[in-house]
């Protein structure tokens, strides 16, 4: 089993950045994939990235690939995602999610994953 901590959420301005940070303990985290997701008020939660074992592949949903990344350390057991130009709309609890195979089209659905964290609040107000 694989405990996951999100980090870095907050309120900023359209246009501002922030880091997220999934911070993992319990196994070797090199052998999950990882995601992150996103649940706005009253809305579903959903896909907003993805990376693989050793971070040579990731997914995007189109809402955010041209600015967010996702990336990971291995040897921090951490997985980031940058956010470059917030949008009010991408206002939500943005969780990370693990799961122990290969990065595959099941990593953009929330039940294809195990390991969840509890979330970190991201407000961006226009």
């Known amino acids: 089993q694989v405990q996951l901590l999100e980090s870095g959420g907050g309120l900023v301005q359209a246009g501002d950045s922030l880091r997220l940070s999934c911070a993992a303990s319990?196994?070797?985290?090199?052998?999950?994939?990882a995601g992150w997701f996103r649940q706005a008020p009253g809305k579903e939660r959903v896909f907003v990235a993805a990376?693989?074992?050793?971070?040579?592949?990731?997914y995007y949903a189109d809402s955010v690939k041209d600015r967010f990344a996702i990336s990971r350390d291995n040897a921090k057991n951490t997985v980031y995602l940058q956010m470059n130009v917030l949008k009010p709309e991408d206002t939500a609890v943005y969780s990370c999610?693990?799961?122990?195979?290969?990065?595959?089209?099941?990593?953009?659905?929330?039940?294809?994953?195990?390991?969840w964290g509890q979330g970190t609040q991201v407000t961006v107000s226009s």
């Open positions: 999610a693990a799961h122990p195979r290969p990065l595959g089209t099941w990593a953009t659905m929330p039940q294809g994953y195990d390991y």
């Open positions: 990376i693989g074992l050793n971070a040579g592949i990731t």
């Open positions: 319990g196994r070797t985290f090199s052998n999950y994939a």
